[in-house]
């Protein structure tokens, strides 16, 4: 039987709807404590499960961008059609796929944490030829003082899925976050290990939104959303959503 947190979730609250896209080799369970904290809040959550995680990393090698995104476009299109207003929260690469949204489908607001613009790892530019020749990167274990159930994700990563992702962060580069105006709030930690912190400040200068935010935390790594910081994440988007 498969974790808990490899499953996707959706909690039924008010005519606010918040949509959650975990991150890449994630899962939604990476997103689950944000999404309860949300529904205790009133608002009704959907948190998606992106083509090719939760089960196996041979599995998610054939998959793209496009894949993850046709199934963010899915729940976001699902909770529009349950909610008067929908918001949209994404973590790393699910954060990359939250801004797409917003480009094209008008959310109401938008949260992107830990958004990947520049890395640490300087392989990345080498991609498009190194896939060929290491399929698979061994990934550090992180441990998060929360239950098991919340924390599946693979040891393994796929490294041919990331040309199409680095495609999209190209395009950001070069002028699509432009086409952003939805009110957004981005977070990053300015000691994680994966996101260079200068991705969070590229976003918020570019960033079409004329209401916007920057929030940093100095005491997280990568997964905002299990880290120690986590309860000032969720009240921090809280206050965000509610603020009119």
Known sequence: MAKLGAKPFFFKGGSEGVLLIHGYTGAPGEMRLLGEFLHSKGYTVLGVLLP??????????????????????????????????????GLSMGGLLTLKLAAEQQPDKIVVMAAPIYVYDRRQVLL??????????????????????????????????????????????????KRVKAPCLVMQSKIEHTVRWQSAQFIYDNIGASQKQLVWFEHSGHILTLDKEREAVFNRILAFLKDR
């Open 52 to 89: 090719g995680h939760c089960t196996t990393p041979q599995d998610l090698a054939r998959h793209t961008f496009d894949d993850w995104y046709a199934e963010a476009e899915r729940g976001f299109k699902e909770l529009k059609a349950a909610c008067s207003r929908v918001y949209v929260a």
């Open 128 to 177: 498009p030829w190194l896939h060929f020749l290491i399929r698979y990167v061994k990934k550090r274990q992180r441990v998060f003082d929360v239950p098991d159930e919340y924390c599946v994700h693979y040891n393994l990563m796929p490294t041919k899925p990331l040309v199409s992702m680095f495609k999209f962060i190209k395009k950001c580069k070069q002028g699509f976050l």
